[in-house]
């Protein structure tokens, strides 16, 4: 079971790739985790999509196509799902109902500094994967409120709870993704 990770936030010291890290180290046995920095994706623009996929976003499309599921890990802003995030799901999403995304089992994580812990940014983003028939875990949930209390400064996760729960979660996504296995 290989599992992608893509993290919303680009910082270094973000803590969405601290909680990412984190699920890495919960993850259940057998499953792997590997992460892919969006950071190098252009913005989205359709002139150049006619023109030739950039490296970047054919690495990532090739990335989610041999993954047997997605974990996106983001921080919310102003109540949404970041740009460079968006822009990222934007081009796998190309060509609509041909995409790598399209049946591909995913899960979202969230963490934020404030009190709801992404909600938000969780919801709007499963209104993008119901038009890319990606198929998002629908429980458990995960909204790490406060993250500033949650993690220590070298981004390591120091509270108990959110590790035991962030590892139930890891547990479901597994559980989730064999539903829909990967085509031979
Ligand atoms: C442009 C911007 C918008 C933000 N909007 C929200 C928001 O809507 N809700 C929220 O809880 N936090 C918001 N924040 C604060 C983030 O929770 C905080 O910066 C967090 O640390 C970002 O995640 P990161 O540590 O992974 O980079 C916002 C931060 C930025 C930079």
Do not use: C, H
Request: avoid cysteine; charged fraction near 20%.
């Amino acid at each position: 079971m290989r599992a992608l990770g893509i993290v919303g936030s680009l910082r270094v010291a973000s803590y969405n790739k601290a909680l990412l890290r984190a699920a890495v180290e919960q993850a259940p046995a057998g499953m792997s985790v590997e992460t892919f920095d969006i950071a190098p994706i252009p913005p989205y623009n359709q002139d150049v999509e006619v023109l030739g996929i950039p490296e970047p976003v054919a690495a990532l499309k090739r990335a989610i196509t041999e993954a047997d599921a997605l974990l996106v890990v983001s921080p919310e802003y102003n109540y949404g799902v970041p740009g460079v995030l968006k822009n990222a799901i934007d081009w796998a999403s190309r060509p609509p109902g041909k995409s790598p995304l399209n049946g591909k089992p995913a899960a979202i994580m969230g963490a934020s500094m404030g009190t709801g812990g992404t909600i938000r940014m969780q919801l709007a983003l499963r209104q993008t994967f119901l038009f890319t028939e990606t198929y998002v875990m629908v429980k458990p949930e995960i909204f790490v409120a406060r993250a500033q209390d949650r993690f220590d400064e070298q981004g390591r996760l120091t509270d108990d709870k959110t590790r035991e729960i962030v590892k139930q979660f890891m547990a479901a996504l597994g559980d989730w993704a064999r539903r829909f296995p990967r085509p031979a």
